[in-house]
């Protein structure tokens, strides 16, 4: 950043020599992105079929953004037709526990994607089984994600518990996020075009096409079924 500003101020004859140009830059190199790979990405959704958070590890897998599962609340979501609405985001705080909600990512605000089935099924036992254990109450407003005791899972923790999924079944151990790419590297690879693979996913890639091109809920239904196809 500094050899920019400096870059700028020598176009603008403000400085003779940009000094941050011999600069070797410090600390550590990204970590390169990856991906489950199809056998894996199998072997997650098998399991996480039997998981008590199976819900929240499909909306992971459709490449939801930890913050935005952690954001979720159940009056965001239609159980009837089967839209869910990302309309914020939960993030930690420095101590890396529950922090405020945050505005989503996307620059164009709250978005709705129209899950396929498997999710929307998910949801509805997940939803019966809240109902159950806290009452009507936690069904109508209360957070998706919550513990055993009916608390909010806190960001740290949600990926700590994605680790241990991931271990139990002996899948390569991954960063959380490696669950969005996988979605978007599934959703191209399956020919839904980049326009509807970024709308679907919250990104800005595409700027322009999100702006002046409104891809329709059976173009984003079509994005979300792609997901669940047979690897």
Known sequence: MVRAIFAAALDDGCVTRNPATKVQPSGRAAAPRS???AADLGTLRAHAAMDRLHAYWLLTLAGLRRSEVLGLRWSDVDMTAGPVTIARG?????????????????????????VPADILAALRTLRDAQAATFGLRQIRTGWLAVDEAGEPHRPEQYSKL??????AVGVPLLRLHSARHTSVSRILDADVQPRIAAVWHGHDVITMSRTYDHPDADQLGD?????????
């Open 90 to 114: 939960v993030v930690a705080d420095r101590s890396g526990r529950w922090g405020a909600e945050t505005a989503p990512k996307t620059t164009r605000g709250a978005y709705t994607l129209p």
């Open 162 to 167: 994605c680790a241990r999924l991931c271990t």
């Open 35 to 37: 991906a489950f790979g």
């Open 223 to 231: 994005a979300g079924r792609a997901l669940f196809a047979a690897p």
